[in-house]
């Protein structure tokens, strides 16, 4: 399941983005509204072991595609108990979402070959922003594939060369799309039609039949808004007449 085969994009929800740290209400809400592509986040270290354990219990039987998001932030220490943490996702044979700051061990993260997808960063973090960094990240990771992030690339470069030259050089790795727009405290928003129409730009030729993540935060008060981003982000991966 953590390849999508069809000849269109794929759009769905990150649980986190949708419901913060309801996972089992993220999944029924896009089950209710026809969505059959989720990445099951664990951002946090907490959230790790909850998640893993209700696998079995999910109704997940709709997806046509189903990525994991490992924890974004733990300490050196707890490495390899996140690795042992993730074997049932493994098993399954999901795509496993990491940022490349907390790979402290890179050959710990061999097994999980090409399920393993590096996700390119915001200015926050000290590796994995640019192209040079991703691939001396791809050197001690052969077989690991990127998740590409939109937004945090163009956070870095607004001219979108950064971007641009990702996508150019890593083509064949780009495993999942993460889509959104950030705000000056690198948070994901809502997509403004600016943004959609920058990521139109380079995306619609570009990453056809790779599964698409919508990250702007939409739970609360924005709950509305998810069927309008979900548009927005189908709507940026057209491609370009220009």
């Given at each position: 399941m953590s390849r999508f085969n069809e000849s269109s994009h794929q759009v769905?929800?990150?649980?986190?983005?949708?419901?913060?740290?309801?996972?089992?209400?993220?999944?029924?809400?896009?089950?209710?509204?026809?969505?059959?592509?989720?990445?099951?986040?664990?951002?946090?270290?907490?959230?790790?072991?909850?998640?893993?354990?209700?696998?079995?219990d999910l109704p997940l039987e709709s997806f046509k595609y189903v990525s994991f998001h490992a924890p974004s932030s733990f300490e050196k220490d707890k490495e390899e108990h996140v690795i042992e943490l993730l074997q049932p996702v493994r098993k399954r044979g999901w795509n496993i979402i990491?940022?490349?700051?907390?790979?402290?061990?890179?050959?710990?993260?061999?097994?999980?070959?090409?399920?393993?997808?590096?996700?390119?960063?915001?200015?926050?973090?000290?590796?994995?922003?640019?192209?040079?960094?991703?691939?001396?990240?791809?050197?001690?990771?052969?077989?690991a594939r990127l998740c590409l992030d939109v937004a945090q690339a163009r956070q870095l470069d607004t001219t979108l060369m950064l971007l641009w030259d990702i996508v150019r050089r890593f083509s064949d790795r780009i495993g999942e799309v993460h889509i959104s727009e950030l705000d000056s405290m690198c948070r994901h928003q809502p997509m403004s039609r600016g943004a959609v129409m920058d990521y139109r730009q380079v995306l619609g030729r570009a990453v056809r039949m790779t599964p698409v993540i919508v990250e702007s935060m939409l739970d609360a008060n924005r709950s509305g808004l998810r069927m309008n981003e979900y548009k927005m982000a189908q709507e940026a991966l057209e491609m370009s007449q220009a």
């Open positions: 769905g929800f990150s649980t986190g983005a949708l419901e913060r740290r309801d996972f089992r209400q993220a999944v029924a809400w896009m089950v209710a509204n026809g969505i059959h592509t989720v990445e099951l986040s664990a951002l946090r270290f907490d959230e790790l072991p909850p998640l893993v354990k209700s696998l079995n990491v940022h490349p700051d907390v790979i402290y061990t890179p050959s710990r993260w061999s097994s999980f070959g090409e399920q393993l997808l590096i996700e390119n960063m915001d200015r926050r973090k000290a590796l994995g922003r640019t192209s040079a960094e991703l691939r001396d990240l791809f050197k001690q990771l052969p077989k």
